[in-house]
């Protein structure tokens, strides 16, 4: 599951044993560590904001995190039947955990369909007393870019997020969200992204992420 790019019933995956809810506050890719031999669903729904029933897409996110480096999933965007369907999938290689001296540092590939260039990036995560930092760069075809995010937590459970964007497409957007647990099984987190030209483009999104749970 990449939400970089701005469920299924678990009786049939016949899973056991919850785990800790992985990254939900922040969009781009981090450099965080997994619970292995886990499958990790999440659900959204986004859509332009001034035209938000027109534009509302609903997407589906899978994750198979085989070990704590190393996870791959398929994404099935516009579930909607007014918007296009597509499914796309993504690999993420953690290459050295972050310490309490450096940070984390991952690499991976969004975007992976047919009809489509893979977006490649090298992300790096840091976490100190005030906060985690996250960093990334971004290559599709010949065009970069990058991505900065910053997330803490709040009393009361409270997860705050901010993240500036530029695609490859030279696309811009700032990110502000907030999110908290439901409870032990679910994670609610909504947010606002601004494109950096007008408001036409500004998009709104809710998302559910649910406890993975272990395969074996």
Not at 32 to 48: D, F, I, K
Not at 72 to 90: E, S
Not at 160 to 173: I, K, L, S, W
């Amino acid at each position: 599951m990449q939400r970089w790019t701005i469920a299924l019933s678990l009786s049939l995956i016949g899973l056991s044993g919850a785990l800790a809810i992985p990254e939900t506050v922040v969009f781009m890719p981090t450099a965080n560590l997994n619970s292995p031999r886990s499958v990790y669903l999440a659900t959204e729904q986004y859509g332009v904001l001034r035209y938000y029933s027109q534009t509302r897409t609903r997407c589906l996110y899978t994750q198979l995190m085989v070990t704590e480096r190393f996870d791959f999933g398929v994404d099935f965007w516009g579930l909607d039947n007014n918007q296009p369907r597509q499914t796309v999938a993504n690999a993420r290689f953690v290459l050295s955990p972050q310490t309490k001296h450096a940070p984390g540092i991952s690499v991976g590939a969004l975007n992976i369909a047919e009809n489509m260039n893979p977006t490649f990036y090298l992300v790096g995560t840091q976490t100190t007393a005030f906060g985690r930092f996250h960093l990334g760069a971004y290559r599709q075809g010949d065009r970069t870019g990058w991505s900065g995010a910053y997330q803490a937590t709040l009393p009361f459970g409270f997860d705050v997020a901010v993240e500036y964007f530029q695609f490859p497409d030279g696309t811009r957007y700032t990110s502000f969200g907030a999110g908290r647990p439901i409870n032990d099984a679910v994670y609610l987190y909504t947010y606002y992204a601004r494109h950096h030209q007008t408001r036409d483009a500004d998009l709104f999104g809710v998302y559910l992420a649910f406890t993975p749970f272990r395969l074996f």
